[in-house]
């Protein structure tokens, strides 16, 4: 669990985390680099939690690399599956991290909508939904470790 006493809004306590893997923490089906080992190290204060609707059909490498299971989306619908996923979660528990356009339920759905640019491309529909834009994956993650960045960005 992460707590965050952020001035001008009420205190956000996150136990979970739902990411988006294709164009998020991957690219073209392959894992980025650092994102095991970061993950691994948000394992012990977060339950992390992936999505994906398995573009490139190389999830099961992903999952075997990270040490996960991801939940695969039926085709059709993503926005809305990955929205009552987070509301299945609880709302005001999560914090969500994504950038495509299936991505923007979950992002408006949870306490806390990261959404990231990626060379796959950000889509408007996630910006919109999104409390905090970050250049990239791994800064997003840098959050969870120094959440202090997250109480300087979102302080009103």
């Known amino acids: 669990m992460i707590e965050l006493n952020i001035p001008g809004r009420d205190v956000l306590t996150i136990d979970h985390l739902v990411m988006d893997v ?20 948000l394992r012990d204060r977060l339950t992390v939690h992936l999505l994906t609707a398995d573009t490139h ?11 996960m299971h991801a939940v695969r989306l039926r085709p059709g ?22 950038q495509g356009a299936n991505d923007a339920g979950m992002l408006k759905n949870a306490a806390l909508g990261i959404c990231v640019m990626s060379v796959e491309g950000l889509a408007i529909e996630a910006l919109n939904a999104s409390d905090l834009l970050m250049p990239d994956i791994l800064s997003a993650l ?12 979102l302080r009103k």
């Open 22 to 41: 294709n164009g998020t923490l991957a690219v073209d089906g392959i894992l980025l680099d650092d994102i095991a080992n970061r993950i691994g190290r």
């Open 57 to 67: 059909g190389k999830q099961a490498t992903i999952d075997l690399l990270l040490n």
């Open 77 to 98: 619908n993503e926005v809305e599956q990955k929205a009552a996923y987070v509301r299945q979660l609880g709302t005001g528990c999560v914090a969500a991290i994504g």
């Open 142 to 153: 840098d959050l969870f470790e120094k959440p202090l960045r997250l109480i300087a960005s």
